[in-house]
Each structure stands twice: as C-alpha cells, then as structure tokens.
C-alpha cells in the first residue's frame, strides 16, 4: 500500500515561488499518474495538475497555467509542484494523490501541505 507525504508548504508573499514535494513510500510511484490539489478555506478541493507515469506528460489547470510545474523523481519516488508568481488566490492546502487503479479515480492521498500566500 503506498502512502505520501507532502512538504515544501509555507507563508510566501504574493509574487513568490514555492516547490512543494510528495514522498512516497511502501510502493514505488514509478508507475501511477500523479496529481497535485488544492483546497483553499469553504472552497470544494479543485485539481491543479497531473503528471502521466510514462512519458511524464503533464496537464495544468487554467489558473495556474504558465505559472506551475509538476515533474516527477522516479529514483526519489517523488512528484514535485513547482509554483511561481505565487497569488494570494492560490493559499489553500495542497494535496498530492496517486491513481493507482488504471483508468481509475484518484484513490490514495497524502495529508496536505499549507500555502498561504500574502499580499
């Protein structure tokens, strides 16, 4: 059963960048498609990006297309989310998951990391 764990969270003021990372441990990633969440305060948790587990293509939300990187270590077994031109917007707490049923939902999770953006 795999298991992760996000970090990289913290307070940035508004134009800063963060890099949050997800570790996986009791299975290697290597072969899931990987995504990145986020829920802000009395909001829905809304995707923000994915990552496939072969040829690592990658899919972004709209708001925050061009500013956002998700990539992948396979060696580290970890999934990284790169966030520059940080907004006030984008505070919330950020999910990393794991879509380890093929074609499936997104069904492990990780506890979260905090973001919180200043002005």
């Known amino acids: 059963q795999v298991q992760l764990a996000e970090s990289g969270g913290g307070l940035v003021q508004s134009g800063g960048s963060l890099r949050l990372s997800c570790e996986a441990s009791?299975?290697?990633?290597?072969?899931?498609?990987m995504g990145w969440f986020r829920q802000a305060p009395r909001k829905e948790r809304e995707f923000v990006a994915t990552?496939?587990?072969?040829?690592?293509?990658?899919s972004y939300a709209d708001s925050v297309k061009g500013r956002c990187t998700i990539s992948r270590d396979n060696a580290k077994n970890t999934v990284y989310l790169q966030i520059n031109s940080l907004k006030p917007e984008d505070t919330g707490v950020y999910f990393c998951?794991?879509?380890?049923?093929?074609?499936?939902?997104?069904?492990?999770w990780g506890q979260g990391t905090q973001v919180t953006v200043s002005t």
């Open positions: 998951a794991a879509q380890t049923v093929p074609g499936g939902q997104y069904d492990v």
């Open positions: 990552i496939s587990w072969g040829y690592g293509q990658t």
């Open positions: 009791g299975r290697t990633l290597s072969s899931y498609p």
